[in-house]
């Protein structure tokens, strides 16, 4: 078997087992409803024969009763069916609808789950976001519409059985001559399929510009900043000229699809015409009767339908599966940073090295991190100081482990970082971003949700609160804790300081054995400043701190100052023992010192 159809099996096989562990029963209505619709129409053909002839024998039969018994009991027989297919319709239509939802509901949570299974490098990497933005925004219809398309393939093969008996019975060469007529259209759909989608491949990284650029418009976050600077108009007409090009490109992949497609489509209207008059033809000399050559044109029709509805849809499955073949790309990624073996102690009484470690990303011509080399004792609390760019979250996502350096090792406890399951490690580990999400949940789950085993221990939640200066603000809110943190939500939309100050209680509300703040009180007045790391500092005086601020009255506080410039370690020390060096960090400090003068 050629390796294209083998994929393309493996692939279905891979969707259809989705299918079935979503809603087997579902899955089998939809199959057994479009194959009993398309068997139906092969009575219904016998029927219009048999009351076509019928009616023709008995032009001036003088027993008129007993034909039009015969003609509605036929008639009868034909409208029961007709309403049966109705309601094969109706129930079709339902459960595909229901299955549909199921489906895109259930695709969503597996892109979800595999996307935060990732190592950041290849999360982090362009490629991959092309690809994914991609994914993300076709996965739901392509995987849908490559099942509802086979779905619909047993109603295809019922309908060429139907419609091919009674030709077959007639004469079998003209069974053959549509099934030679036809396959040029599927031939055709399928080369056209395959171009389009990789002349859509090429333009992906354009897709997700348009996809930002529509954002910026369109999300109410960014409602205020667009009606203070009035850049709409600018960045409407950017989305414009992506939108124009897209389209151009677009209208001219379908203007392609509908000449070729006419053109294939030519013969099998010639070869319609002629059967058709080949069989009234037969009919007039009195080879066959008048019913017989309109069911036998009626057949050729059905088959033809049925030849066609199959080439169309393997046409339409192909197409959609050159899409999901990037969904089952991304499904099929796997970690290149193998996790280790070895359990995070708990208690955590080791040190954190960087031994001479060296680091740069893919994309990097240059080094990011250039011989680290530095220890943190147990219990100290530390501060990363450095202007943007210093490489000071670069160090930190080695230290969790997201990288591993090109040279040197990143140690916790003796051990290097990466021996250790990252699950096991990170649940050790509390790490507050500086760009922190506030999810749309209530207080009590705001605060909770770097340990939610203890999301109804309302009681901790409140102490953390408190330690972190929000309880007051939470306990105002109409409902308390429960609460929504989210004005569309009929909640509250807390201010920049509040939303920093429950991000912080979130971090020393999990038990862990460090904790990583990176600029955790930037939006904080310099007072509550002071009272919240006095509460931080006393809260984690069991574990390793690790701050990382521009403000130079919170990190003047900490044990140890490690001072990066241009990814290079250049000091470290106490705060005074560094102003008394007169570097770096002096030169910092004191330009921030004067602002305050």
Do not use: C
């Amino acid at each position: 078997m050629p390796s294209s159809f083998k994929r393309f099996f493996v692939t279905y096989a891979r969707i259809l087992k989705l299918a079935y562990q979503i809603h087997p029963g579902l899955l089998i209505l939809m199959t057994v409803s479009n194959a009993a619709w398309g068997l139906t129409n092969l009575p219904v053909l016998y029927i219009n024969k048999a009351l076509i002839d019928l009616v023709i024998s008995s032009v001036g039969h003088p027993n008129t009763q007993v034909i039009l018994k015969s003609v509605a009991t036929l008639i009868i027989i034909r409208t029961l069916i007709e309403a049966f297919r109705s309601f094969l319709t109706r129930v079709n239509s339902n459960a595909s609808y229901s299955f549909g939802s199921l489906m895109n509901d259930r695709i969503s949570l597996l892109l979800g789950e595999k996307l935060n299974s990732l190592d950041v490098p290849i999360v982090e990497s362009a490629d991959f976001q092309d690809k994914y933005a991609k994914i993300e925004s076709q996965a739901n219809q392509r995987v849908w519409g490559m099942l509802s398309t086979l779905s619909e393939f047993p109603n295809a093969i019922t309908t060429i059985i139907s419609g091919v008996i009674p030709i077959l019975q007639f004469n079998p060469l003209i069974s053959l001559a549509v099934l030679i007529i036809s396959f040029p259209d599927a031939i055709v759909s399928a080369k056209l399929a395959k171009l389009e989608y990789e002349e859509r491949d090429k333009r992906r990284r354009l897709y997700r510009v348009l996809g930002r650029l529509n954002w910026l418009v369109t999300s109410v976050q960014q409602f205020y900043e667009n009606k203070v600077l009035g850049n709409i108009r600018y960045v409407s007409q950017k989305m414009s000229s992506f939108q124009n090009d897209i389209f151009r490109n677009d209208s001219g992949m379908r203007t392609r699809r509908v000449k070729w497609r006419t053109l294939v489509e030519i013969p099998s209207w010639f070869l319609a015409a002629g059967l058709n008059f080949y069989f009234f033809l037969l009919a007039i000399i009195g080879k066959i009767s008048l019913g017989t050559a309109q069911m036998l044109y009626q057949s050729s029709q059905t088959f033809s339908s049925g030849i066609g509805t199959l080439m169309n849809n393997v046409a339409t499955v192909y197409e959609h599966y050159l899409f999901v073949s990037d969904y089952n790309w991304f499904m099929d990624l796997k970690s290149e940073l193998q996790t280790g073996t070895l359990s995070f102690p708990v208690p955590f009484s080791g040190r954190i090295e960087f031994d001479h470690v060296w680091f740069k990303y893919d994309t990097s011509p240059d080094w990011i991190l250039k011989d680290i080399n530095f220890s943190i004792n147990s219990r100290d609390n530390i501060a990363l100081v450095g202007e943007n760019g210093a490489g000071k979250t670069t160090l930190l996502k080695l230290l969790l482990g997201f990288y591993r350096p090109q040279q040197g090792e990143v140690r916790v406890g003796g051990k290097n970082v990466l021996d250790y399951v990252l699950n096991d490690y990170w649940t050790n580990l509390a790490v507050l971003n500086q760009d922190f999400h506030i999810y749309p949940f209530s207080g009590r789950e705001s605060i909770a949700y770097y340990d939610l085993s203890r999301v109804n221990d309302l009681e901790a939640i409140r102490a953390t609160a408190k330690k972190a200066k929000i309880d007051d603000f939470i306990s105002s809110l109409p409902h308390g804790y429960d609460t929504p943190l989210a004005k569309d939500l009929d909640g509250v939309d807390p201010s920049g300081g509040q939303r920093q100050r429950i991000a912080i209680a979130r971090a020393l509300f999990k038990k862990s054995q460090i904790m990583i703040l990176d600029e955790p009180t930037s939006n904080i007045d310099p007072k509550a400043e002071e009272e919240i790391f006095a509460s931080i500092i006393n809260e984690t005086r069991d574990k390793i701190l690790i701050l990382v601020s521009h403000r130079f009255s919170t990190v003047r506080r900490a044990d140890k100052i490690l001072v990066l410039e241009n990814g290079e370690l250049v000091e470290q020390g106490t705060h005074p023992e560094l102003v008394k060096q007169k570097g770096l960090y002096a030169k910092l400090f004191s330009l921030q010192a004067k602002s305050y003068q």
